[in-house]
């Protein structure tokens, strides 16, 4: 059985995450989403309503589970039992940052393999904390997070 984790603050999920989770779990026999869960950055949602949402929104895959998780990525991944950490690039600006975590990763646990999958072109200018910009100014946020968390994203915003 391959099980791969997909790592990352997801406050909130976008579009572009959820296609990396699609595609992830048709390659993988089990994808397990990891929320991390880190205070410190002071994210918009608690873990627990990232995981929420991911729940909501990945209901519709069989093979993905949602978790949280805080101290370090290798160690999640070995609770899970999985060999795999999947991480997804839009620009180039992504390479240095996660090319500089899939070695330290690397050094850290040889047994774990990174494995990037490029975004979607149509995904590729959505990230989390540009929603956050967006919904900040009531923008209209169809298109770039599920539809079924729209009302919770705009609800913080109120
Ligand atoms: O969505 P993000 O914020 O880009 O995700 C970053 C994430 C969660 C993948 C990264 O911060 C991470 O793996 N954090 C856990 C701590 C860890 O293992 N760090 C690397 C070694 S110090």
């Known amino acids: 059985m391959r099980i791969a984790v997909y790592p990352g603050s997801f406050d909130p999920v976008t579009n572009g ?14 994808v397990i989403v990891g929320v991390l869960n880190n205070a410190s950055k002071k994210p918009l949602f608690t873990a627990d309503e990232r995981v929420d949402m991911l729940k909501d929104v990945t209901d519709h895959i069989a093979n993905v589970d949602v ?15 999985a060999t795999v950490i999947v991480k997804g690039l839009r620009t180039v600006a992504d390479f240095e940052y996660e090319f500089q975590m899939a070695l330290l990763n690397k050094a850290l646990n040889p047994e774990y393999e990174t494995v990037f ?42």
């Open 17 to 30: 995450h959820l296609d990396i989770i699609e595609r992830a779990s048709k390659i993988y026999d089990k």
């Open 67 to 81: 978790d949280s998780f805080s101290g370090l990525l290798v160690d999640f991944a070995k609770s899970k039992g």
């Open 117 to 158: 999958m490029m975004t979607d072109s149509k995904y590729s200018y959505i990230s989390s904390s540009m929603v956050k910009e967006l919904a900040g100014f009531k923008g209209n946020l169809a298109g770039l997070v599920p539809p079924e968390i729209t009302d919770r994203i705009e609800q913080k915003y109120r």
